[in-house]
């Protein structure tokens, strides 16, 4: 079987990917629990306003604004940060795929996985520029 | 209504969508975006963003079980996550120069689809016994857990499966679902994946192309946190609580009344679409 030759197997790494995903989706819901709390006790009293597009302001769109926002412990800032674990923890899971397939030595998935992973680090941090 | 009442009902009807989609192999996402547009008077933009959130959260959380069970082809995956990011990249872009009444229509026609592919059920093709040139020099074939040992498979139509997976990848961005339909119909009859693998690799590919969409919507703005944070919490819980049902309910009955919810919602969508109100 493919993969089993020296290294992880196949197998091997889908479990510790697996473990992987739970953690990030583990820690993305609490941060996103938390946040959420935290705002609805500060703002839900509010009426909710999504009937027009405005857009989110700069400090939620952008990885850095969003750590800086996050640490002030916002809630607005915990939530988006969740999200943001939420969409990296796929992410991550390629960037371990690329290195299970060098363990196993196989050159043409190292390829394949870093072009995966490449289009990923474009959408979150090169189209922002725009 | 204040923030707290919104935020308690949308909470509520993501936990329904999530238990649902999950019972019926939709996804929760086919019927989040109808939902915050039609009945909560949500801008589609919004909808699309939380959606896709919650499509991560779905595939991610289910992984695990998949993994245990053995049955999903990383190879695969990950070439054909190549196909499906760019999709995501394509599909998110045209996206945001897309009225959102165009959206909205084009939603109810995918939802028909969805639909109707609900309704109807897919026969797995007979297994390919000769190996194919391309995927042996892809690495594809492989095998999968029986009872009483492992079974080999191979893999044919790689061009056509890819093509399909581009497809899948931007329907997923312009629109914020999974479109694991789509994803599992190029699996099983263009490339001939038994069922049990097709459906646990494209769990994990629907992950990585919502996260590839994503990217472009959090960075255009779209992502609203207090919005997406209970479609997320909701989406991701019923979903979980849905999979532990699944081998209980009478999926049959079930997928007909989803079938015919979805449609209506596509009626609706397209109207609305149509109508300028979107």
Redesign the interface.
């Known amino acids: ?3 089993q030759k020296q290294g992880w197997s ?2 091997q ?3 510790f ?3 992987l ?2 953690c ?2 583990i820690t ?2 609490s941060l ?2 938390i ?2 709390l935290i ?2 006790f500060h ?6 306003d ?4 405005k ?3 700069q400090e ?3 990885v850095g604004g969003i750590l800086k926002y996050a640490f002030s412990f916002h ?3 915990l ?2 940060l ?3 674990v ?6 991550a ?2 960037a371990l ?1 690329i290195f ?1 397939f060098l363990r196993q030595r ?1 050159k ?2 190292v390829i ?2 870093s ?2 992973l490449v ?2 680090c ?4 090169g ?2 520029s725009h | ?4 009442s ?2 308690t009902l949308i909470l509520l009807s993501s936990l329904i969508a999530g238990f649902l989609g999950s019972l019926t192999g939709l996804g929760g996402g086919v019927v989040i975006v109808p939902l915050l547009t039609l009945v ?4 589609i ?2 909808a699309i963003g939380a959606s896709l ?1 919650s499509v ?2 779905t ?3 289910a ?2 079980a ?3 069970e ?1 049955f ?1 082809n ?2 695969i995956g ?2 054909l ?2 196909a499906t ?2 999709g ?2 394509l599909g ?1 872009f045209i996206a945001t120069k897309l009225s ?1 009444s165009i959206i909205a229509v084009i939603f109810g026609l995918i939802l028909i689809h969805s639909s109707y592919l609900t309704m109807k059920r897919i026969s797995s093709p007979k297994p390919i016994v000769k190996p194919d040139p391309l995927a042996t020099r ?2 594809f ?3 999968y857990p029986v009872p009483g040992g492992w079974e080999s498979y191979h893999v044919q139509g790689v061009p056509v499966g890819f093509c399909l997976m581009f497809l899948a990848g931007s329907i997923s961005g312009l629109l914020g679902i999974g479109s694991g339909a789509v994803k599992v119909l190029a699996m099983d009859q263009a490339m001939h994946l038994p069922f049990k693998v097709s459906t646990a690799t494209s769990n ?1 590919m629907i ?2 192309t ?7 919507y ?13 479609v ?2 909701g989406v ?1 819980l019923g979903s979980l609580f849905g999979a532990r049902h699944l081998f209980m309910a009478k999926t049959r009955n079930l997928r007909i009344i989803f079938s015919a919810v979805i449609l209506l919602l596509a009626i609706q969508m397209i109207y609305s679409g149509i109508k300028g109100r979107i």
């Open positions: 079987m493919a993969g196949d197998h790494v889908e479990i990917a697996g473990n995903l739970r990030g989706v993305a819901a996103v629990i946040g959420v705002y609805l703002n839900g009293l509010a009426l909710p999504y009937k027009s597009f857009g989110e302001p939620l769109r952008h809630g607005r800032g939530i988006q969740g999200l943001l939420l969409i990296a923890t796929p992410i899971r390629v795929s299970a196989d043409l998935y394949v996985t072009i995966v289009v990923l474009y959408s979150l941090f189209a922002s | 209504m204040d923030i707290i919104f935020t909560f008077g949500v801008d933009r919004y959130i991560i959260a595939s991610s959380g992984a695990s998949y993994v245990k053995g999903s990383m190879r990950m070439f996550e190549v990011t760019l995501a990249l998110a959102t892809l690495k074939d492989g095998s994990f992950g990585v919502a996260a590839c969409g994503a990217g472009i959090l960075n255009r703005g779209y992502i609203d946190p207090v919005l997406s944070a209970p997320t919490v991701l």
